[in-house]
């Protein structure tokens, strides 16, 4: 069953191999940072496009949780390119998080030794990025991240400051032998910016200091933040803040919590007791030995804390993304399927009947057509007066029909003669309505029944969509159908007509043997030659009962079966060698392709509206466990001396 | 609570199954609201018993609440009864916060004693606990049922100046242990006044302002801010930010305009109530001369009556908009007219179909009718106008013999009219069943409980065939002649056939020959007077078949009201005489 071009779009194959970029290696490839820089590439860009995707289409997504997809772009993007391209040789960077007064700001301050972010008993004082450490160093890390820029922390008195950048402050020097620091927002404020800020934050951090207090360390909020933190930075320093002597018991508690948590990060934890009263928002140097020790180390083992971060980043939030990737690729599939049905449903109740109208195979205008072509062509003088008697013949055999009380049955409506044409258009055009109607009604039901029947996300959403549709009622569908069939026969039928009409003319015309051999061959019968014409039309073309001079022709056909055994063998070579003129099939051809396309017009105005909401979610397929599972080989072997 | 019904899964909404230690959930929702019937309340007081007599309905007629629903249903209906039974003097005061805010050690504060484990590990309170007056101890224990379970802590004390408080001790808000949070939600929602209690750390928690300005309602808040002698100092600065941060909420203090907010050390109240050495207590002097004598008996009763009023305001939203009550109303009111209209637009198409029907059998019925009417007609016209109508009836003959019966034409025609009509009305049935579903459908009703209504079996009855049989019958032999008419009309014929006998007797005395022509002018003119008069007489005896046929349309009219617009009738009626609910305080219109 061919689809009609263009109103219906065409079943797509299912796709489910993957496919691979055109300038992809074929699996596995040849090895190496090319590779390995190409595929991240390539996963990105489909890990983007399949954001996008979701985002494009939220009523088929909303359910389905998607954040795998973010943190594998942000580790593709963000952590594994930049650094493979670099060779391991960016600065670290350590990112502080935590949340609403922790501290945060002031350790930050005090291991600089002067007080250079803006720390507060309000919260939420840090909204943006701070960047800690030498200019040269900021840069490079920025430079390597084209979304971000470096601006200094002045800028941060503008309004509208900008998101993802990192605000250096002014005398924010840290000695060379300490990584590059960044202080974030608070994770858990009431201002969403502040707490989607900290994931830029994550982008660019090789190690996470996650810093605490008694009072938080089990909070919700922070719990789900480095469930996703911890699946991108693999070494955590966790900053016990604020504590006091009774707090022992809560700092147990947390390492064990924490270490059951996360199990595959490395770990180093820090006790920084609470100092009341001091004047200057710093801490004691003292106080933060240990962990300016442990963030020397992370500055002097760089490359190995860079190549097993990412490493590790790749097992986990490759695994996320894994998974979130195959959701996202099996809900595509379940549309499609959805789509597939509720397409196979039109198809079935209305394009269907609506092709297989009777009238499309009844092309009377034709017959009548060659009637007008050939009868006068094989007429002869007297044919002509017999052709006359037989026609007043019929009237006066309709009109006694008519007068008797039984001439209602065999004439249908007494005394007028009924054109075949205009029968055959409203029977067609009753039917048409009926189909229309019930196409209508069902396609709600069937919608109805499947939201109901299987419960499905995709089913249930769309049924509530269809029902918000403004739907035409079956009236105004019947009145433009009504309307739309006169105005179109006029327009499309009338040259098919009248085009086969000039091509009879000119075959007679080119064949006057032909003609001549009829009139020749019809001796006895060219004296009918209203009922030869007929018999002709009967050979070439089927014919239904009608009117009287058609029924002269439906009588005629028994008639001519019966004679046909009489008949001289030349007659019926003729009419056989005119049927299986090429013009007069495709002539036929020609009319029921036309009137079908009429009918299937007026079944758009009830797919068009639901069609729009059959959009297929397009996203090239992709295995993309089996990419992840191939960059982890890749970085093994390119990095591999590190880890 | 969500002061918004449609948002109500929202709120406490998702209760979890009882776990197999709990204590049997709230009685189940039972059928027949009798059940419901409170003998010791008038009716009209009891809001919980209206509202589960309006769902019952609701679900009866259009199918709402859903079968997913019930459970919330019963459940908030089961609050509100155990409620609306309460006597009103008392509060439940629950703590609300954050793990390690200290909220436990606030409520062992108050009491003066250990009532719940305090302990520096995070999120350690996992069950609620009480502290409540022996006189009120039924009381709380009635209206935490469903809550409590045997091992939670329940402190009965004597102190009468904490008599009109029931104090709750609640896990945290916003740990990483769900279950708390559904505790916590659990105890909230027979809440009447909230200890939001918040330190410096976690007064900026978007979990809870989020759960301040949707689950609160009409329930009062007093905050507490706590542990003001470690970290952080308290400032005025951050007084200001948390009102500021809270205005929007729409939070409704106990008394007076401001929300009342005391800054307190729990841990050093406790200790300078047990007796061990502590330190500053800030305003904790102030927030327990708040809860023992500004929260006197007036107040408390006043406090209690409007949360009472207020639950039975949200409840009604809650049911009216989870039984899609304006909904259906409207559903209704579209209706009845419309179905008229669907019943007009199907006499027309009957008429229609009857016309085009009866073009054929006219002829047949009038001539029927011509030949009872010349039954009774005796004489030469009679029997001239049976003699012509025999020869009709020959073809009729014809006609009977192609639809091959014998006598009982009227049956047979009455069939056939069936048949012809049968088609039309089916049809108009079956759009009428569809687009009522389409229409419930579109609102979010359950339509099948209305179409179960309309009645099923799409053939009609035998009775209507038998009365359309009857109505030809009744018109066909309608007409009768009397004798003086049959008389008048034969006595031209028969002036003439004694004029032509007399005129044959005269010749034959006269020995003449009787003139062939004066037979034939005779005989000619005899039958040009019979053909006359018989043209003129029968036509007016034919009469129209027009009145039987507008009989017969009006019986298929009454049958399809009786199918299609009855049902509709009566399923509206039953509809507006839902809700709205007798001592309610609003009828429940058009908000959702």
Redesign the interface.
């Known amino acids: 069953m061919k689809p009609q071009p263009g109103l219906l779009p065409a079943f797509a194959a299912e796709e489910d191999a993957p496919e691979r970029g055109a300038e992809l290696p074929s699996f596995p490839g040849p090895g190496g940072r090319e590779e390995l820089l190409g595929r991240a590439d390539d996963l990105a860009r489909w890990v983007e496009v399949a954001i996008a995707t979701a985002k494009g289409a939220p009523a088929r997504f909303a359910d389905l949780d998607l954040t795998g997809l973010e943190l594998g772009l942000l580790l593709l993007r963000d952590r594994l390119l930049p650094e493979a391209r670099a060779d391991l040789e960016l600065p670290v960077v350590g990112v502080f998080c935590g949340?609403?007064?922790?501290g945060k700001s002031t350790l930050v301050n005090s291991l600089v030794g002067e007080v250079v972010t803006e720390s507060?008993?309000?919260?939420?004082k840090t909204k943006r990025l701070i960047g800690i450490g030498s200019p040269e160093r900021l840069r490079q890390v920025v430079q390597a991240h084209p979304a971000f820029a470096l601006l200094p922390a002045s800028e941060l008195k503008n309004p509208d400051t900008r998101r993802h950048a990192v605000y250096r402050p002014e005398h924010a020097d840290l000695p060379g032998d300490l990584p590059v620091l960044l202080d974030t927002p608070?994770i858990?404020?009431?201002d969403?910016r502040c707490?989607d800020a900290t994931r830029y934050g994550l982008a660019m951090a090789d190690f996470v200091v996650w810093v605490t207090?008694?009072?938080?360390?089990?909070?919700?909020?922070g719990?789900k933040f480095l469930n996703e933190a911890m699946a991108l930075a693999r070494c955590r320093f966790d900053v016990f803040n604020?504590a006091?002597p009774?707090?022992?018991?809560?700092l147990e508690?947390?390492m064990r919590d924490y270490g059951e948590r996360w199990p595959e990060n490395e770990r180093a934890i820090f006790r920084i007791a609470?100092r009341t009263g001091i004047t200057d928002g710093l801490l004691p140097p003292a106080d933060l030995d240990p962990l300016r020790e442990k963030l020397r180390e992370a500055q002097a083992d760089r490359r190995r804390l860079k190549g097993q971060a990412i490493r590790h980043g790749l097992a986990q939030a490759g695994n996320r993304l894994g998974q979130a990737a195959k959701a996202m690729v099996r809900r595509q599939r379940e549309w499609r399927r959805v789509i597939a049905s509720m397409n196979q449903r039109f198809e079935a109740s209305l394009f269907d009947p609506l092709r297989r109208l009777p009238g499309h195979e009844a092309p009377f205008e034709l017959q009548a057509a060659i009637m007008r072509v050939l009868g006068p062509r094989i007429q002869t003088p007297v044919s002509d007066l017999v052709s006359q008697i037989n026609r007043s013949a019929g009237e006066a055999l309709s009109w006694t029909l008519s007068k008797?009380?039984?001439g209602?049955?065999l004439g249908g409506a007494g005394g007028e003669t009924p054109d075949p044409v205009d029968r055959r258009d409203q029977a067609d055009l009753r039917q048409a309505r009926q189909v229309l109607?019930d196409a209508r009604?069902d396609l709600?039901?069937f919608a109805?029944g499947k939201a109901e029947g299987s419960g499905h996300p995709l089913w249930v959403k769309f049924h509530q969509e269809l029902?918000a549709l403004d739907l035409p009622t079956?009236e105004s569908l019947g009145g433009r159908l009504d309307a739309h069939f006169r105005e179109s026969s006029q327009r499309m039928l009338l040259p098919v007509i009248v085009k086969f009409e000039s091509e009879l003319e000119r075959f007679c015309d080119d064949n006057p043997s032909l003609i001549t051999a009829m009139k020749a061959v019809v001796p006895g019968f060219s004296a009918l030659a209203g009922l030869a014409a007929a018999i002709l039309s009967i050979h070439t073309l089927t014919i239904l009962p009608g009117a009287s001079e058609y029924i002269l022709g439906g009588l005629a056909l028994p008639v001519f079966e019966h004679l046909k055994g009489l008949l001289p063998e030349n007659l019926l070579k003729l009419s056989e060698s005119l049927a299986n003129e090429p013009f007069i099939q495709k002539a036929r051809e020609d009319f029921g392709k036309t009137r079908r396309a009429i009918f299937l017009t007026a079944a758009d105005w009830l797919y068009q509206p639901v069609g729009r909401l059959l959009t297929p979610i397009d996203l090239r397929g992709k295995d993309v466990a089996l990419e992840v599972t191939r960059l982890q080989d890749l970085w093994k072997e390119v990095f591999g001396d590190v880890l | 609570m969500s002061s918004d019904p449609a948002l109500a899964t929202a709120g406490p909404a998702q209760v979890m199954a009882p776990a197999p230690g709990d204590p049997p959930a709230l009685p189940p929702f039972p059928e027949d609201a009798e059940a419901f019937s409170e003998p010791d309340l008038p009716p009209g007081l009891s809001l919980a018993a209206d509202l589960a007599r309006l769902v019952v309905q609701c679900r009866r007629l259009w199918g709402r609440p859903s079968p997913g629903r019930e459970a919330e249903v019963s459940r908030r209906l089961g609050l509100l009864r155990q409620r609306e039974k309460s006597i009103s003097d008392c509060l439940i005061v629950v703590m609300l916060g954050g793990t390690k805010v200290g909220k436990t050690t606030l409520v062992n504060a108050l009491a003066g004693r250990e009532i719940g484990e305090a302990s520096a590990r995070a999120c350690y309170t996992r069950r609620p606990a009480v502290f409540v007056h022996r006189r009120r101890e039924g009381l709380a224990r009635t209206r935490l049922a469903g809550i409590l379970r045997e091992d939670d802590t329940f402190v009965v004390h004597d102190e009468e100046a904490l008599e009109r408080i029931i104090l709750v001790d609640t896990p945290d808000l916003d740990g990483i242990e769900a279950v708390h949070r559904e505790v916590f939600r659990q105890v909230l929602e027979r809440a009447d006044l909230a200890l939001s209690v918040v330190t410096t750390q976690k007064y900026d928690s978007h979990i809870l302002y989020e759960i301040l300005g949707r689950e609160m309602g009409f329930r009062r808040v007093v905050f507490v801010f706590n542990r003001i002698d470690e970290g952080i100092p308290f400032s005025e600065k951050v007084r200001q930010d948390l009102l500021a941060k809270v205005a929007p909420l729409g939070l409704k203090p106990p008394a007076g305009e401001e929300l009342p907010l005391f800054t307190i050390s729990a841990r050093n109240a406790l200790s300078g109530k047990t007796g061990a050495p502590g330190g500053p207590t800030g305003q904790f002097a102030a927030l327990e001369a708040f809860l023992r004598e500004r929260l006197d008996q007036a107040l408390v009763k006043r406090i209690s009556e409007e949360n009472v009023a207020a639950m039975r305001r949200e409840t009604e939203a809650f049911v009216a908009g989870v039984c899609r009550l304006a909904e259906a109303r409207a559903f209704a009111a579209d209706l009845l007219p419309w179905a008229e209209s669907q019943l007009a637009d199907c006499r027309a198409a009957l008429g229609q179909a009857m016309d085009k029907a009866f073009r054929g059998l006219t002829p047949e019925i009038l001539r029927r009718r011509e030949a009872a009417a010349a039954e009774g007609l005796g004489g030469p016209f009679g029997l001239y106008v049976r003699l012509s109508l025999a020869v009709d009836a020959m073809a009729g003959r014809f006609q009977l013999f192609l639809s091959g019966s014998g006598t009982d034409l009227e049956g047979v025609m009455a069939q056939r009219l069936l048949l012809e009509l049968q088609p039309v009305l089916e049809e108009h049935f079956r759009r009428f069943r569809r687009t009522v579903a389409e229409r419930a459908d579109r609102a979010d009703l359950d339509g099948s409980l209305l179409l179960g209504r309309l009645t099923d079996g799409e053939t009609l009855p035998a009775s209507v065939r038998v009365s359309i049989q009857d109505q030809i019958s009744e018109f066909v032999l309608e007409p009768k002649t009397s004798g003086g008419e049959g008389l008048l009309l034969n006595l031209l014929p028969l002036a003439i056939i004694l004029l032509l006998v007399r005129y044959f007797v005269v010749s034959l005395l006269a020995a003449h020959e009787p003139g062939a022509g004066m037979f034939l002018g005779g005989g000619i003119l005899l039958w040009l007077v019979c053909h006359l008069q018989a043209s003129f007489w029968l036509k007016r005896k034919g009469g129209s078949l027009e009145p039987a046929v507008r009989k017969i349309v009006d019986l298929f009219g009454d049958e399809i009201r009786r199918r299609m617009v009855e049902p509709v009738r009566d399923w509206t009626a039953d509809v507006s005489r839902v809700g709205p609910v007798a001592g309610s305080v609003a009828p429940p219109g058009g908000d959702k």
């Open positions: 949340g609403t007064n922790v507060g008993s309000t919260a939420s608070d858990d404020s009431s969403t707490r207090t008694q009072q938080k360390y089990k909070d919700e909020s719990i604020q006091l009774r707090h022992a018991e809560a508690d947390m609470e008797l009380p039984f209602g049955w109607e009604f709600l039901e109805r029902k079956p």
